[in-house]
C-alpha cells in the first residue's frame, strides 16, 4: 500500500474535515488506528477505505499548491543522483528527478519537512523544488535506479577477489568520518566475499572486535583500535538511523547497502553490556522466485495450495538457514490471488507490492502482543508472524486459523528430530493439529515440503 509521510498531513488533517473530505468523527476513529498500528494517519484513511489514494495526494496536491507526480511513468535522470546521498534518500523519503540550472526538483513524500529541504539544500548547493509523490513509488525508484558513489551503500565486489581483507583499509593512513565509513564499508564487503550473513562487533580491551558467524562458527576477523571506538559505533548507528547519543537501552535499526547493483537489507541490534554496546547485523538477500528454492514442481505445488485455504504454514530450520528468505519469497508469489496479506516483523527486509508490511517500534509500546491483539481487526486473508516463541502466540495462531485465516511462520529446529522433540511438548499438541503444511529447510540445496497428512504422521 502506497502511503505518504505522516508529517504534511499532521499539519493539514483538519483541512480535511473543513472541505468535507472526512467527518471529525472519522479523523479521530483514524487517528487512534494509527496510533495502534504505527503508522501514519494518511494509511490508516486509505487502510480503512475511507480514502484512495489518488483523492489523498490531489487534496495535498491543492492545499499546498505543489504539483504532484505519479512516479510510476517516470524516470529519474541519474545524473542527479549525485546531488542526495542514496542513505539520504533513504531517510527522507527524497529522490531527485531533475534539475535546470540551479533548482532541483525532487519528489518527496512529505514536502512540508523542512529539515529535509534543507538537509538536500546543503548537500546539493542548489535550489530544492518539491514535488508530490507517494512514499513506496519514491522508496521503489531508490532502490530500482540509484547509483551511489563512495558511500556504505555502494560495494562493488570483484567476481575474481579471493583474499580481501578489511583491515588492509583499517590501516591505511587516514582519519575523519570519511575513513571510518570506508572501515564500515570494507567490513561489509569482506562479509559478502565469504557469504556471511551474521556479524557482530564486541567490546573488548582492545576495542571492538569483529566476528564473523557461518553455520554456528564464531570467526574472529580482527579488531577497530578503542581510539576508533566511539566514532565507528556513531557512524554505523546514524547509517542504520539509530540515535547515537543512547547507549544504555537496546535499539533495533535497518541498514541498507548495494552490491553490484542489488540493494541489500540488515537488520541492525545494539545493546548494552558492561564492556559497552555489543553490535550485531544479520543480512538478509532480497527475494528470489519461489521455483528458483523449491526447484520441485510437486513440492512447491503443495506449498502454494496451502496459501490458498486457512491454516498454519510453518516454515523450520537451524538459524541463518533461510527460513526469511523462502517466506519473503512465498510471500511475493502470493500476491498474484488479490488478498489481503500482512505481515508483523521486526524489521520489514524488504518492500514487497500489494503486501501491508507492519514494523514493531518497543519504543512506543507496539510489541507483538499488542499486534496480535489489533492485527484482525484488519480482515487479513493471509498474516506472517515473525518468529513466535511464547505460549500465549501460539494459542493465538489457533485463534487465527479458527476464524479461517492462512497463518505463516517460522520455528527453528536443527533437523527433523529436533522439531519432533521440540513440538512434543504438550503445549504445542492443539499447534501441531493445525499446521497444514511445513517446510523444512535441511540447507539450502535440501528442501522439504510436506502436506498435512503427510505431516501428522511424520510427527506423531
Known amino acids: 500500500m502506497e502511503t505518504i509521510n505522516n508529517k504534511t498531513l499532521e499539519k493539514l488533517k483538519y483541512e480535511l474535515v473543513r472541505d468535507g473530505i472526512v467527518s471529525y468523527e472519522t479523523l479521530e476513529k483514524a487517528e487512534e488506528l494509527a496510533n495502534v498500528q504505527n503508522i501514519n494517519i494518511g494509511q490508516a484513511l486509505i487502510n480503512s477505505g475511507i480514502l484512495n489514494e489518488e483523492t489523498l495526494l490531489k487534496f495535498l496536491e491543492s492545499k499546498l499548491h505543489i504539483p504532484y507526480v505519479n512516479l510510476e511513468d517516470y524516470n529519474p535522470d541519474p545524473k542527479c543522483f549525485n546531488y542526495v546521498a542514496f542513505a539520504d534518500a533513504r531517510r527522507y523519503r527524497i529522490i531527485p528527478l531533475f534539475k535546470i540550472e540551479e533548482v532541483l526538483t525532487v519528489a518527496m513524500a512529505d514536502p512540508l519537512d523542512l529539515f529535509a529541504i534543507d538537509k538536500i539544500i546543503e548537500t546539493a548547493e542548489c535550489s530544492i523544488e518539491p514535488v508530490i509523490a507517494s512514499e513506496q513509488s519514491i522508496v521503489r525508484k531508490i532502490d530500482e535506479y540509484y547509483k551511489v558513489a563512495d558511500t556504505v551503500d555502494n560495494i562493488t565486489i570483484a567476481s575474481n577477489i579471493q583474499d580481501f581483507d578489511w583491515t588492509e583499509e583499517l590501516h591505511k593512513e587516514d582519519s575523519g568520518e570519511e575513513h571510518i565509513q570506508r572501515v564500515i564499508r570494507a567490513i561489509l564487503k569482506q562479509a559478502i566475499i565469504e557469504d556471511i550473513h551474521e556479524l557482530n562487533f564486541e567490546q573488548v580491551e582492545e ?254
Do not use: W
Request: glycine share 4%.
Open 207 to 460: 576495542g571492538l572486535k569483529v566476528i564473523f558467524k557461518q553455520n554456528g562458527e564464531i570467526l574472529d576477523k580482527g579488531v577497530i583500535p578503542s581510539i576508533l571506538n566511539a566514532s565507528f559505533v556513531s557512524k554505523l548507528k546514524v547509517l542504520s538511523n539509530l540515535d547515537p547519543t543512547v547507549c544504555e537501552i537496546p535499539q533495533l535499526g535497518k541498514l541498507c547497502f548495494k552490491v553490484e547493483n542489488t540493494i541489500l537489507i540488515a537488520s541492525i541490534s545494539s545493546f548494552p553490556t558492561i564492556m559497552g554496546e555489543r553490535i550485531s547485523l544479520k543480512i538478509y538477500k532480497p527475494p528470489a522466485v519461489l521455483d528458483k528454492i523449491i526447484s520441485d514442481e510437486k513440492q512447491r505445488s503443495i506449498l502454494l495450495n496451502a496459501v490458498e485455504k486457512p491454516g498454519i504454514i510453518l516454515v523450520c530450520g537451524s538459524p541463518l538457514s533461510g527460513k526469511t528468505h523462502i517466506i519473503y519469497s512465498l510471500l511475493m508469489e502470493t500476491t498474484e490471488i488479490k488478498k489481503n496479506i500482512m505481515t508483523i516483523e521486526s524489521i520489514a527486509k524488504y518492500d514487497l507490492k500489494h503486501v501491508n508490511q507492519c514494523e514493531l517500534n518497543e519504543n512506543i509500546g507496539f510489541n507483538m502482543d499488542k499486534a496480535l491483539r489489533f492485527v484482525e481487526f484488519q480482515s487479513p486473508d493471509i498474516v506472517y508472524l515473525e518468529g513466535i516463541k511464547t505460549r500465549e502466540a501460539f494459542e493465538f495462531l489457533s485463534e487465527l486459523y479458527y476464524n479461517d485465516k492462512t497463518v505463516i511462520t517460522e520455528f527453528m529446529a536443527n533437523n527433523m528430530t529436533d522439531l519432533r522433540q521440540k513440538l512434543a511438548f504438550d503445549d504445542f499438541q492443539t499447534f501441531k493439529s493445525l499446521v497444514s503444511c511445513l517446510v523444512f529447510i535441511h540447507s539450502r540445496e535440501s528442501i522439504e515440503v510436506f502436506d498435512k497428512t503427510t505431516l501428522q504422521k511424520y510427527l506423531a
